[in-house]
């Protein structure tokens, strides 16, 4: 009889105390958060390496003038990626900033454009060729003379690298913005 009566009152006990309840909340994937903010926080860096990139390529053709040949094909080639880059990752940056749908199309062909420029780069570097001055003591050649060499087997197998590097990069920040649900839920302005 004991035994039921401290059951009882224990359990009057237990009810008189007020019950916290915990109810387990999901964090929210709507707003600007988690990678979604790293890749804002990248494409901002990658946007001031870029205007970085067009200046110092634009104060070279200043100062020295429009080299010849493939040199002058990659001054061009950068001054003119180096500034589209640039622009692209700073609306890239607001429009994502304002959780806009645009924001999500402007990742795209900011990533496309950074790949396609270190294609270009590749390519055109490809064809460049290299000199250098090569002196000679021997009795009959004395002197020196500028010997030029082109891309060897080395330099190939670089340039498919670095081409299927960039592509690699591209695809593998594309799917971000294509699978993360962060990013459906977010940019739907």
């Not at 190939?156 to 459906?184: D, E, H, P, Q, T």
Request: proline share 1%; hydrophobic share 50%.
């Amino acid at each position: 009889m004991d035994n039921k009566i401290s059951t009882k009152s224990e359990a009057s006990r237990s009810d008189d105390l007020p019950q916290a309840q915990y109810i387990q909340q999901e964090n929210s994937l709507r707003g600007l958060g988690g990678l979604l903010v790293f890749w804002l926080i990248v494409f901002g860096m990658y946007s001031v390496s870029f205007l970085f990139v067009f200046f110092f390529a634009l104060a070279s053709i200043a100062e020295d003038g429009l080299p010849s040949g493939t040199n002058g094909a990659l001054a061009i080639e950068t001054m003119i990626f180096g500034l589209l880059i640039c622009v692209s990752y700073i609306l890239t940056v607001v429009f994502i900033a304002m959780q806009k749908k645009l924001g999500r199309l402007l990742a795209f062909i900011s990533i496309g454009l950074t790949a396609l420029y270190a294609v270009i780069m590749s390519i055109t570097g490809m064809f460049a060729q290299y000199c250098y001055q090569q002196y000679s003591y021997g009795y009959l050649d004395y002197g020196s003379h500028e010997v030029c060499s082109g891309i060897g087997a080395g330099g190939i197998i670089i340039l498919i690298g670095v081409i299927l590097g960039a592509l690699i990069y591209a695809g593998l920040v594309s799917l971000y913005f294509v699978m993360s649900k962060r990013v459906k839920l977010t940019l739907i302005k």
